[in-house]
């Protein structure tokens, strides 16, 4: 029952006066609206018995009394600063500077440079660094030397976290209906450049001002990669790039495949092992995405001489291990996890094998998912933001799908094993929500200890796996 | 009852804010004094249990110390701490809602067995005492039928008596979201009581 303007001058409603009772009783409402509402309560019966009522419960709120503090609540918090203030003055403080972002960044510039030198001859690496400084039109008759491109495909990782080589790229280029890659023949793609020649430029990059900062992230082929699109890809990346920002950015290419199709039967044969042995339903976001295949050249044997060129390698950090990996020609691209087969005949039973081992992660060394582990006191945690605590089946297995996710979704994410069950995830702030929700709503994370109060703009969020 | 907050900074908590930043111990332990027991109840009303209210407290405090030079002072010391506590609080309640280990009866029992051993009060004759006993759980159990978010704000204005706009900065919303926001829970709180009244014939 309403009372609305009963009396003369109440032009309050009961709904506003039973929500400003509650600051009447407060006593701190104006004086004006006290007038308001005591001129509306008299005249509002349902109002006054919402008054009452509001008041008696007030009045049991009054009784709660405050919790007296438990006996050397002080002493003890005074212990525990104390303690807490040696170990930080013993920690050397981690460095969560770009440094740390090294082989995200440089892995961005080795795919650069593999397709770039995949279209270029294979002994001018070392002049690369010139034609560079080339427009585009040099560059793309440069190109007009190249006589073959070899790409390896990979999928995205499935559920179970397992990436698999594409054996026959023309298939999946070009008739998509196809969903089974191993019933074929491994055979390389080979791209006839002479075919492009002709080609206007079919990318609007390719006009843009030769200092354009980014490439693309990624191009949709709409499932029907071309040979001439792979041509395009290639001219894409600006010839700016490796001196810019963009370096981090990989090059891949989403095809409309849904790698869940794919029979998990044909799965486990083609990588020679149960694939059963872990289980995350949770995953359906990874799955819901569209499958993107990363263009690994095929880089021919004349090629790792030139890859390891000292105008390459004198870019790396000094001392890193990553820079050591890439002599020995064994590094692999951190998103990438099959070996650039330089030597085919050898690696091939390797890339076989699930590329991580419990072992490799617990004696702290590198690891070939492409994360450099280094040993971080377990203790030492000032500059984590959130810690995210996750149970898994598989640490190595989730450690993947967790990277990879990020790696893929968001650009800058900078991520590293900080011990063997831990993850260091550094993100921009813009990235919290979107970070945050994989790994909360996504993989069922809980989020253990937080520090809301971060100026940076940068986000660390630690992941602690657990094994279920 | 309610706690007596700093509204404005002075001049001598400036100092000890400076000083802390350095990590000064000394000036860090002066500028949390006097909030560790609102610190406390804000973390046991919130957790509903002394044992939790005691680690998360002091968890609170030495989140603040680690996070000290990062304090902005665009808020107050008090409010900061505030947000500081209830950050902690809510993950914590996610976190166990998460594992599914927590059951509020459990919780319930534990609450009221406090309550008798901590408001025997020397005037109050022992009907007294079990009749307030009995009030105060009721509210208590009403409370926390309410989501985290509305019990938050419900504890913050009802229980520690803080003002809209410093509940707007400890929550990190604008006025408008806080005021409907509090004026929500407190339609739901009130319901639960009337509830729970009803159910025992009050």
């Given at each position: 029952m309403r009372h609305i303007q009963?009396?003369?001058?109440?032009?309050?409603?009961c709904e506003e006066c039973q929500e400003a009772i509650w600051d009447y009783l407060d006593e701190t409402l104006s004086e004006e609206d006290v007038l308001q509402l005591e001129t509306h309560l008299n005249g509002c019966g349902d109002c006054q018995a919402e008054l009452q009522d509001i008041k008696h419960i007030k009045g049991s709120i009054q009784q709660i009394q405050q919790k007296e503090l438990p006996q050397d609540y002080h002493a003890n918090l005074m212990k525990r600063l104390e303690a807490e203030q040696e170990e930080a003055n013993k920690i050397v403080p981690f460095g969560r500077t770009k440094k740390s972002k090294t082989w995200l960044r440089y892995s961005g510039l080795v795919a650069a440079a593999l397709v770039l030198f995949a279209v270029g001859t294979g002994e001018d690496l070392l002049h690369l660094k010139k034609d560079l400084d080339a427009d585009v039109k040099q560059q793309t008759s440069q190109q007009q030397e190249t006589e073959e491109i070899s790409f390896y495909m990979e999928t995205a990782p499935n559920t179970e976290g397992e990436r698999f080589v594409v054996e026959d790229l023309n298939q999946l280029s070009f008739t998509m209906d196809s969903v089974e890659p191993t019933n074929n023949v491994a055979e390389d793609i080979a791209v006839d450049m002479e075919q492009t020649i002709p080609e206007p430029p079919q990318f609007e990059y390719l006009q843009a001002p030769l200092n354009m900062p980014t490439i693309p992230q990624?191009?949709?082929?709409?499932?029907?990669?071309s040979a001439s699109d792979m041509a395009s890809i290639s001219n894409a990346i600006p010839p700016t790039m490796e001196q810019s920002g963009a370096e981090e950015h990989l090059m891949s290419v989403e095809i409309g495949l849904d790698s869940s199709t794919q029979p998990i039967q044909a799965q486990e044969e083609h990588l020679g092992m149960p694939i059963t042995d872990y289980s995350m339903e949770e995953h359906e976001m990874i799955l819901n995405t569209p499958t993107t295949y990363h263009f690994v050249p095929h880089v021919e044997e004349t090629a790792s001489d030139s890859f390891v060129s000292d105008s390459f390698v004198s870019e790396q950090p000094q001392g890193n291990s990553l820079s050591e990996s890439i002599e020995s020609s064994e590094y692999v691209m951190p998103i990438l996890d099959t070996p650039i087969p330089t030597q085919a005949s050898e690696q091939e039973t390797d890339s076989m094998q699930p590329r991580m081992m419990m072992n490799e992660i617990e004696t702290g060394i590198e690891t070939d998912f492409g994360v450099v582990v280094a040993e971080i006191p377990a203790n030492h945690l000032e500059k984590m933001d959130y810690l995210v605590e996750i149970d898994v089946a598989n640490i190595e297995k989730a450690c993947l799908i967790v990277q990879d996710y990020l790696m893929e979704e968001i650009p800058y994410a900078d991520v590293n094993m900080i011990e063997t069950r831990k993850m260091r995830v550094i993100i921009e702030e813009k990235d919290r929500t979107q970070c945050m929700k994989y790994l909360l709503d996504g993989l069922g994370g809980i989020v253990t200890q937080s520090l809301l109060e971060d100026t940076d703009e940068e986000i660390c969020i630690d992941i602690l796996f657990h094994t279920i | 009852m309610n706690q007596k907050h700093i509204k404005e900074k002075n001049i001598e908590e400036l100092k000890w804010i400076e000083k802390a930043k350095l990590g000064d111990m000394e000036s860090f332990e002066k500028l949390i004094v006097s909030h560790e027991k609102m610190v406390y109840n804000v973390a046991y009303r919130m957790m509903n249990n002394q044992e939790d209210a005691l680690d998360l407290s002091q968890e609170v405090f030495i989140k603040a110390f680690r996070k000290m030079k990062d304090f902005n002072e665009k808020s107050s010391f008090s409010t900061w701490i505030y947000r500081i506590t209830v950050n902690a609080c809510i993950d914590e309640m996610r976190k166990r809602k998460g594992k599914q280990n927590f059951s509020i009866d459990q919780v319930l029992e534990g609450e009221n067995g406090n309550y008798e051993q901590q408001f025997v009060s020397k005037e109050e004759t022992p009907e007294e005492t079990i009749l307030k006993q009995e009030k105060q759980s009721e509210i208590l159990n009403a409370l926390n039928t309410l989501s985290e978010e509305h019990k938050t704000v419900i504890i913050l204005r009802e229980l520690q008596g803080l003002s809209y706009e410093e509940i707007a900065e400890t929550v990190g919303m604008t006025l408008g979201t806080v005021k409907s926001r509090i004026s929500r829970a407190r339609i739901h709180l009130k319901t639960e009581i009337l509830k729970i009244w009803e159910r025992n014939k009050h």
């Open positions: 009963q009396r003369k001058g109440d032009f309050m409603k990624s191009i949709s082929a709409g499932g029907n990669a | -």
